[in-house]
């Protein structure tokens, strides 16, 4: 069966600092798709990132970035520029193996981003 | 373009009522449905889901079931709710291989 994991239960960053974001998981799969979700105070689930593992690239939109590791099962979410705005819950989220489209999330990070 | 709608926003309920949750989704044909259900700061659990009308999963036996009736609808429902019902619902629907879209949740307390 495959986990996702997410070792930091809360993290907190000072505005306009990096913070990197852990995620490790674990499949039989060799060609799948990693997510990072945002849910803001809202809980409304916002997609951040997505990474394909048969792309050696790592995946960036504007101030988000991943660090995959794909032999490590390591993918990790790096925010730059930390805003008041990136204040939230983050999920790391994997597709299951019989689907393909059903996702395991990951427990979660609570980032706060402070003034 | 693509849209999920999900209501209600917020509903209290007494023990032992029914529930009816509602999703649609618009702008795609045969999606992948879900019902998720959230603990409060903590990780998504996943309900049921649906590859088609009248195709029902269910990953956790509960006091909870789910329908589709039709291609872009999908229903959450309970008989009698528990207080272990409560929690806060999320319905999302994907095609294959892409991304996941979820509605804005439904808050759900049962008093």
């Known amino acids: 069966a495959q986990t996702v994991t997410q070792s930091q239960p809360e993290m907190s960053v000072q505005e306009a600092e990096t913070v990197t974001l852990s995620c490790t998981y674990d499949?039989?799969?060799?060609?799948?798709?990693l997510f990072w979700y945002k849910q803001p105070p809202s809980r409304q689930m916002i997609l951040v990132i997505r990474?394909?593992?048969?792309?050696?690239q790592n995946a960036t939109e504007n101030r988000f970035s991943v660090n995959f590791q794909k032999a490590a099962k390591s993918f990790s979410l790096k925010i730059s520029d930390s805003q008041l705005g990136d204040t939230a819950m983050y999920f790391c989220?994997?597709?299951?193996?019989?689907?393909?489209?059903?996702?395991?999330f990951g427990e979660g990070t609570q980032l706060t981003v402070n003034p | 373009s693509q849209t999920i709608h999900q209501w209600p926003a917020t509903l209290v309920q007494p023990v032992g009522s029914p529930l009816s949750l509602e999703c649609t989704v618009e702008?795609?044909?045969?999606?992948?449905l879900y019902w998720y259900r959230q603990a409060a700061g903590r990780g998504l659990q996943l309900l049921f889901y649906?590859?088609?009308?009248?195709?029902i999963s269910s990953e956790v036996p509960q006091n909870l079931s789910a329908s589709r009736p039709q291609d872009r609808q999908f229903i959450l429902s309970s008989k009698k709710l528990l207080l272990s019902d409560s929690g806060f619902y999320l319905c999302?629907?994907?095609?294959?291989?892409?991304?996941?879209?979820f509605g804005s949740g439904t808050r759900l307390t049962v008093v």
């Open positions: 990474q394909e593992a048969y792309k050696q």
């Open positions: 702008g795609t044909s045969n999606p992948n």
């Open positions: 999302a629907w994907s095609v294959p291989q892409t991304v996941y879209t």
């Open positions: 989220a994997l597709p299951q193996e019989t689907s393909g489209s059903r996702l395991t």
């Open positions: 499949t039989s799969e060799s060609n799948y798709y």
């Open positions: 649906s590859v088609g009308i009248g195709q």
